[in-house]
């Protein structure tokens, strides 16, 4: 796994999954995705708010006057380039599998219902590999386009997995599964 994604983010598990659909890859050098992603950015700011640095450390970096950018900008270039990199590829992917399923998820977290204690459906961590029904890949792709907080990430798979697993429907009510302390989360597709 690339140190420069969180192993328990769903945002970054998704980020790179999409990355094995790339059709070519995306420049090596940071300079160079600096030059891409502020192709893709409203203006230097935008980008600098973006990657947690200041303006003036951009510039910098792009200028490569500080040498090598410190280990920290070069994850968040390699995070924004995995998350910005081939969109009509990504676009076409997504829409592809919320129509005709085939989206997988594999990880290690506290799983479970939130009722009652002692049956075998209790919350505990679970390591598991379920793929998703239709309707959640949807959801989820269309949340992570709008850029949701990882809890909101984390309800829907929760409910996929939940409706998968244990063939409860959020849908009909039941708000029941929760997922959470995730160790590591991937998609596969």
Sequence with gaps: MHPAFDPESITDALDRADMDLWTRQPPRSDS?????????HANHHTLA??????????QAALRGRRGAPSEQLHYAI????????QPLIRRWAHHSLAERGGMM????GWFGFTGAAGSSDDGRFRLLT????????SRLFRAREQEADEETLRR?????????YFRVSPTRGLRMVELKDIDYIEFSY
Excluded: C, N
């Design 105 to 108: 998820v594999h990880f290690r």
């Design 156 to 164: 829907i798979v929760a409910d996929a997995v939940g409706e998968a």
């Design 130 to 137: 379920e793929q998703l029904p239709t309707l959640y890949i």
């Design 32 to 40: 160079a995705r600096l030059r891409f992603l502020l192709s893709r």
């Design 78 to 85: 390699t995070r924004e380039v995995a998350r910005l990199w």
């Design 49 to 58: 708010a973006r990657l947690r640095i200041s303006p003036a450390e951009l």
